[in-house]
């Protein structure tokens, strides 16, 4: 890493695959950032993003992190800090979306597993960057959030368990830190999201092409990750006399959590 | 109005004075479009809103409107639609803040008063315009709410009540028409605003002087107009398959609704 | 009225038709209790219900009762004050449902009618009730909620603005009344009610019927009144250290308000 | 265990100190249930607490349970449908409060824990117990919920990241049982406890004492273990067209979560 990017400002993305994280990713590094980028697996995607990125005249790192193993995030974080530059920025857009699974089909290695990837990831970054960004009185943390970070329902006990955790440690976490300058930002995402890597690999691709022609494309049915990113990156540069906690995104023809679909009384 | 102006886009703001309105104002002006700014009263302030805006070279018209009063929103819709052009953005920010006021200290007509000014309002603004944005399959309905929207608290009856139902209205707004395009956003102001017109009237000059120096100016104790107008314009231009209905705002000093300030056990 | 009511606790329940303000009217009385009923119509049906509990053994008085009109609410409170006795609970149960209707099909005077209703009858009586209630240092105000009190949805602009506002109507005068010993509780009916008065008049005969076949009876999937009115009677009997402002109730096949019944991702 | 207590209902309590649990187990068990209750700790205790059920000719049996150990659960549900009788309703009372404590002073391990207390058991014992119950279509769920549950605040990081995990259980395993006939309810506990155990332990023998003089006795300002269990045994035998997923408890004297006790604009 040379002297210049020394002197960028850094985004950090924790889970950046090639829906939202990705998107970001871009937003931040055509903005002028240095991003570094991690993605639990895929090295050779990896490969490809940091490529583009460069490609594009933009800085950028490439990271394969398993947010789940001991001292990960703590390694990353303090070599980025170390030697590449101030996080300015960081994501947390780690999924623990595992599809909708009855009570018994959830076994206890999947609930933890929920658990390390929505909720403790979170605070082991929280506890390692927080400080730091406390000292020097300015940083932000955003905060990817879902449906189920606000509503448990049926087939969701890992996952709302989960995300309802994550929501509530940054409620904690901006008691704690904003008072000092740290921006904490927790966006809810309610809606289904263009995303190859997580949408798509869900449903397959074919499904996954039926949706997008059912609801994506032109109908806007879907979340746009590069839309998502447009709004990430604003709630990074609020000011700090006029900060947003929490925001919601879905797109103009879903439903909101909020709302049955039934008829009602 | 001549031609020039008929093609630019509209943004219509009500409740327009010296604080988030009058931002809103400038900063839609700035962007290039014709802003249309109402008032409830004061006619010099006003005029000398609509000449500093068009000595910034902006296009602008300001008007006197009282929200309470029979066919003034209706005809001002009406006004603007046929002869000045299609709205793309109307900000309802009308206040119904009246302090804080026991149950005793709060008369019938006080609270009625507030839901004119809180919910009615905009539920007419809402009956002339969303249908025309409808037809047209875009539009936005940024409104604002408070703290006093998510909670009641003492000496809050009228405005909680009132706000609470603005809310709610917001909610059942967007279910009918975000699928034909319409845009609804209610944005959560939770802090107070460093606002003349408004906390000032509330406080006193000497008063709000002194507030501004405890927790204002370089502390961003209080939420600063012009930069809530930037999250505004953010919201009015996300993209169909990204819309963002609930938002907070809040100094990164200020405490949450939803915390204490006391010991928690 | 004789000695013998005067001594008895006065339970007042305003909205008392066939549904739940009949069987809460019901329940107090058979535990002893005074009730004044007061429903808005129907001078037959009101006497065939004091005529029903008198047979009963139970002490009861039926009051005609229009909400929406001045000086009701107050000549009604201070009448059983002065007359009958001390007001232990009062019951606010009155609707402002009018089925699905979209904005167009919402009339100006339609909207207002329903803040009458929800709303401004609430506030009304708890500016005549809740000081005297203070000044002995103890009573309960129960009030109805609904589904809508927590999300607005398509069609429900009347009713969710009105049950919003009288929702946080409620906590504004807990946060005032309740160190003051008085108990307020907001309880959220979240489904259908088998109620003859209000759904059986909305659905027509034939289909409630059909309801009741298809959700009700056994397969208790409509709220039955006689068993909320037990909840409503539990709760205006909460010790002072241990009280519940807020509570909701459904069928237990119902889907929560805040549950999609399509599948989710 | 003879036939008679087979024949009985029984009432499983986990988290059964000298506080909330322990009162419902005197509830349960004077109202002829044989009741099950499980502390983590203290044998003598324990059996004191067994003895006394059973000089008040009760039918009882007192169990250690450390709920973050392999198993323990699993077993102690095994051995009670198996040898004493069918659980009719279950009570997961396990804390998981560790005072305030700063991100920094909050170390993984004891995050961790909090996990394991507060969300993960009651994972392992739905997941034992609510398909049992769902097999006899009936059976109750009592989880005890916090301020914390519904709100992160500053040194709340472990413990509003566990309880707001806890509660969305709730909703999910609701979505899936509830229909099945098993009655999930949820109770937020929002206030101080009069309970030696919990708090008194936290605060020492001599501020604990004080605080009872100041807040509590005839103050009603402490929330009152007996009085706590009524409401869980009424919650317990709500009729299954009428039940309540959600309730708040709190001293009349008491803030409620959504209030500041600041001056409010």
């Known amino acids: 890493m040379n002297n210049q990017s020394r002197e960028k400002k850094v985004c950090l993305i924790i889970g950046a695959g090639a829906g939202i994280g990705g998107a970001i990713t871009k937003k931040f590094a055509s903005e002028g ?18 490529k583009y990125l460069k490609s594009c005249g933009y800085s950028a790192s490439g990271h394969i992190l398993d947010v789940t193993k001991e001292d990960t995030i703590e390694e990353l974080v303090g070599k980025i800090e170390q030697k590449i530059g101030s996080i300015h920025t960081a994501v947390y857009n ?13 076994k206890l290695k999947t609930f933890e597993l929920g658990w390390k990837l929505g909720t ?32 448990g329902n049926s087939g969701q006990h890992s996952h709302a368990a989960t995300m309802a955790s994550r929501r509530m440690l940054c409620q904690s976490l901006n008691a704690e830190f904003a008072l000092q300058g740290v921006h ?42 590069s839309h998502i990113a447009e709004t990430y990156y604003h709630l990074a540069h609020q000011h700090p006399s006029t900060w947003t906690f929490e925001t919601d995104l879905r797109p103009h023809s879903a439903i909101p959590w909020w709302n049955h679909v039934t008829k009602e009384f």
């Open 33 to 50: 950032y240095h991003v570094c980028f991690a993605r639990r697996s895929d090295q050779h995607a990896l490969m490809n993003m940091e």
């Open 94 to 106: 780690v999924g623990a979306q595992i599809g909708n699974r009855s009570l018994e089909d959830t």
């Open 120 to 151: 403790f990831g979170l605070y082991r970054l929280a506890k390692n960057l927080l400080p730091i960004m406390a000292a020097r009185g300015t940083g932000n943390l955003l905060v990817t959030g879902a449906t189920a970070s606000v509503r």
């Open 184 to 225: 904490i930002c927790h966006i809810i995402i309610d809606g289904l999201v263009d995303a190859p890597d997580t949408l798509g690999k869900m449903l397959g691709p074919a499904e996954f092409e039926l949706l997008r022609q059912n609801k994506g494309y032109e109908k806007n049915g879907l979340l746009l990750p």
